[in-house]
Each structure stands twice: as structure tokens, then as C-alpha cells.
């Protein structure tokens, strides 16, 4: 008897181990979810965020995450509410406020904005993205100066946070203080050489100033840091053709497609620079082999009904519309909308 009723025990132990807590779930859900979301299949991870909050409604974590998936399927509404919820489940959850205060600058509240940021600074009065987004709020009132001098004041909570003197630099580019602007920008190359903004920025800064011979060595700089090579060939090849040196362009652009022949954005770089030299032929050929490489992209798609139309290529055109114009009419695309009248 005394056998029984252990072996009875042992089974229902093993029964109840064997079950997974809800906190287990909820772990489940949420890895399931990161795994979605970094695989960019948002929809799928929104699902999986969504689980995990029905196990755990007070989850800041998953309200938090299930924002940032509503920011990348753009509904900032959705997104907004998100945030505000893992606040309400943890008002110390610093990274929800300061969310949730972007989403409502972008919105123009500016007066909810600059209540999110104060509680933020209140908090963590050291927070330098707090910083940037009372600089962002600052600059939405029309108040340039006092922008520039919280950005400063990050700087030196912050010296070595590169996206600081990027956002002062972009600033004072703007206010046309150009000699203030271009030490922010190479501060900013010397702590991320990464960024590509401050690059073309600085460039643009240097054409406007009348020094164009300091552009060349800037873009090649950009050019040797490891990263995307098809952005990197495009943006060499978009400053030769600003020289006019169009066959240099032209081979920059083709050594990109064929060093990287399944990626349809250098074919697209290609077919684009053949349009722009109004080599409507060689670009339509290039933008038809960048859409067996992408076929579900509608702006290769366009490119080759505008050159069509251009062209008078009707029935090429008329069988795009055919294909596509289910995805395309959406968008208020010109050439569609004329083409579908004929």
C-alpha cells in the first residue's frame, strides 16, 4: 500500500512539474517575440508581444516591446498607447516615457511632450536622450538658441556620446552658423565613424562654404569605413557624377552590381544613374533584371511604367498595370494613375 501511494505521489509530482508556470509562458512568448522582431517579421512578433500580455497584463517589458513592433508597422497611435501602458505597469520605466514623448513631439503635442521629458529629467536629471528630445521640443517651439545650449549642456554631461554634437552640428547647420557647425561634425566622425550623416552632412556643409576639395577626401573616408557597400559605391558614385566625372560614376555603379549580384539596390543605383543620363534603354534593361532579383518592390516597378510611359512603351506598361496596379493604385503614383486612363 505504502508503495502505491509513493509511486501515486511520484506521478502526480512529475504531473505538476511537468506543467509550465505562467511566468514561464510569458518568457516563452517574449523570446518568441524578440526572435520575431529581430527577424523583422513584425506581425508575427506583435502576435507573440500580445500573448504574453494576456498572461501578464502588468508586464512593462511586453507593452514596452509591443510599442516599439506598433513604431516599425507604423501606427504611431497604437504605439503610443503601448508606451503609456508599461508606464502605468512601472512608472520607472524610463524608456517608455521617453518614447512615448518622442511619439507625442512627432504628433505636435508639444505641451504633453515637454510634460513626458520633465518627469524623465526629474528622475535622471543626467539623461542625455532626454536631453536630445527637450532639444527636439525646443527647437518645434521656434526657440534655435535654447536648443543649442541644452545640446551643449549633453555634450558635457556626455562628452563622448556621438549623436550629441551630430544633433548640435545638424543645428547649427541649419541656423546657417556653418564655421560653429563643422567642428561638431568631425567630433562626431572621430567618435563613430560609422554614421553616415555627418559625412554627407559635413559635404554638403563644404560645398556651401565654396571648399569643395575638402569633399573628395571626406567621401572616400566614408568609402574605406567598413559597412554597406552598395550605400557606400551609391554615395561615391552620386559625388562623381556631381563632378561630371560620369564614367568613373558609371564603373562605380557597375563594379557594385557585379560585386553584388543578388542585391537589387545596386542594380536599382545602376538603372538610376542610366535614367538620370536620360539612357532610358540601358536603364530599363538594368531595372527589369533588378525586378527578377525583387519583384514584390514598387519603386523598380515604377521606375520601369515611367520609363515606359516616357518611352510610349504601352503595352509594356499596360501589362505592369495589369500586374500590379492590385499593390500600386494605393499609393497615388502618377504615371499609374495616367496610365490606367488611357
Given at each position: 500500500?505504502?508503495i502505491?501511494?509513493v509511486l501515486?505521489?511520484?506521478c502526480?509530482?512529475?504531473?505538476i512539474?511537468?506543467c509550465s508556470?505562467?511566468?514561464?509562458?510569458?518568457?516563452?512568448h517574449?523570446?518568441?517575440?524578440?526572435k520575431?522582431?529581430?527577424?523583422?517579421?513584425?506581425?508575427?512578433a506583435?502576435?507573440?508581444?500580445?500573448?504574453?500580455?494576456?498572461?501578464?497584463?502588468?508586464?512593462?517589458?511586453?507593452?514596452?516591446?509591443?510599442?516599439e513592433?506598433?513604431?516599425?508597422?507604423?501606427?504611431?497611435?497604437?504605439?503610443a498607447?503601448?508606451?503609456?501602458?508599461?508606464?502605468?505597469?512601472?512608472?520607472?520605466n524610463?524608456?517608455?516615457?521617453?518614447?512615448m514623448?518622442?511619439?507625442?513631439?512627432?504628433?505636435?503635442?508639444t505641451?504633453q511632450?515637454?510634460?513626458?521629458?520633465?518627469?524623465?529629467?526629474?528622475k535622471?536629471?543626467?539623461n542625455v536622450e532626454?536631453m536630445h528630445?527637450?532639444?527636439?521640443?525646443?527647437?518645434q517651439?521656434?526657440n534655435?538658441p535654447?536648443a543649442v545650449k541644452?545640446?551643449?549642456k549633453?555634450?558635457?554631461?556626455?562628452?563622448?556620446?556621438?549623436?550629441?554634437?551630430?544633433?548640435?552640428a545638424?543645428l547649427?547647420y541649419?541656423m546657417?552658423?556653418?564655421?560653429e557647425?563643422?567642428?561638431h561634425?568631425l567630433k562626431?566622425?572621430?567618435?563613430?565613424?560609422?554614421l553616415?550623416?555627418?559625412?554627407?552632412?559635413?559635404?554638403?556643409?563644404?560645398?556651401?562654404?565654396?571648399?569643395?576639395d575638402?569633399?573628395e577626401?571626406?567621401?572616400?573616408?566614408w568609402v574605406?569605413?567598413?559597412?554597406?557597400?552598395v550605400?557606400?559605391?551609391?554615395?561615391?558614385?552620386?559625388?562623381?557624377?556631381?563632378?561630371?566625372q560620369?564614367d568613373?560614376?558609371?564603373?562605380?555603379?557597375?563594379d557594385?552590381?557585379?560585386?553584388?549580384?543578388?542585391?537589387?539596390?545596386?542594380l536599382?543605383?545602376l538603372?538610376?544613374?542610366?535614367a538620370?543620363?536620360?539612357?532610358?534603354?540601358k536603364?530599363?534593361d538594368?531595372?527589369?533584371?533588378?525586378l527578377?532579383?525583387?519583384?514584390?518592390n514598387?519603386d523598380?516597378?515604377?521606375?520601369?511604367?515611367?520609363?515606359?510611359?516616357e518611352k510610349?512603351?504601352?503595352?509594356?506598361l499596360?501589362?505592369?498595370?495589369?500586374?500590379?496596379?492590385?499593390r500600386?493604385r494605393?499609393?497615388?503614383r502618377?504615371?499609374?494613375?495616367?496610365a490606367?486612363?488611357?
Amino acid at each position: 500500500m505504502k508503495i502505491k501511494f509513493v509511486l501515486y505521489f511520484l506521478c502526480l509530482f512529475c504531473l505538476i512539474s511537468s506543467c509550465s508556470s505562467p511566468q514561464d509562458d510569458v518568457a516563452k512568448h517574449l523570446e518568441a517575440a524578440g526572435k520575431y522582431f529581430a527577424a523583422k517579421e513584425f506581425e508575427n512578433a506583435k502576435i507573440e508581444f500580445q500573448n504574453a500580455i494576456q498572461l501578464d497584463p502588468q508586464n512593462d517589458t511586453a507593452h514596452f516591446e509591443l510599442g516599439e513592433t506598433y513604431v516599425h508597422l507604423q501606427d504611431p497611435v497604437k504605439a503610443a498607447a503601448s508606451f503609456s501602458q508599461a508606464v502605468t505597469a512601472n512608472p520607472d520605466n524610463i524608456k517608455a516615457r521617453l518614447r512615448m514623448g518622442q511619439i507625442l513631439l512627432l504628433a505636435k503635442e508639444t505641451k504633453q511632450a515637454r510634460d513626458a521629458v520633465n518627469e524623465i529629467l526629474e528622475k535622471q536629471p543626467e539623461n542625455v536622450e532626454a536631453m536630445h528630445l527637450l532639444s527636439s521640443i525646443q527647437i518645434q517651439e521656434r526657440n534655435l538658441p535654447l536648443a543649442v545650449k541644452t545640446l551643449e549642456k549633453a555634450i558635457a554631461m556626455a562628452p563622448s556620446d556621438a549623436r550629441t554634437y551630430l544633433f548640435l552640428a545638424h543645428l547649427l547647420y541649419a541656423m546657417n552658423r556653418l564655421d560653429e557647425a563643422e567642428p561638431h561634425y568631425l567630433k562626431t566622425i572621430e567618435l563613430d565613424k560609422t554614421l553616415r550623416a555627418p559625412y554627407m552632412e559635413l559635404a554638403g556643409l563644404y560645398r556651401q562654404k565654396g571648399e569643395p576639395d575638402k569633399i573628395e577626401p571626406l567621401i572616400h573616408q566614408w568609402v574605406a569605413v567598413p559597412g554597406d557597400p552598395v550605400q557606400k559605391s551609391n554615395d561615391l558614385g552620386r559625388f562623381q557624377e556631381s563632378r561630371g566625372q560620369l564614367d568613373q560614376a558609371e564603373k562605380t555603379y557597375i563594379d557594385a552590381s557585379a560585386n553584388n549580384p543578388k542585391n537589387s539596390e545596386a542594380l536599382v543605383n545602376l538603372g538610376s544613374f542610366y535614367a538620370r543620363q536620360k539612357k532610358n534603354d540601358k536603364a530599363l534593361d538594368i531595372f527589369l533584371k533588378a525586378l527578377n532579383l525583387d519583384k514584390e518592390n514598387p519603386d523598380i516597378q515604377t521606375s520601369i511604367a515611367t520609363i515606359s510611359f516616357e518611352k510610349k512603351n504601352m503595352k509594356r506598361l499596360k501589362r505592369l498595370l495589369m500586374k500590379f496596379w492590385p499593390r500600386t493604385r494605393t499609393m497615388n503614383r502618377p504615371i499609374f494613375s495616367k496610365a490606367a486612363c488611357m
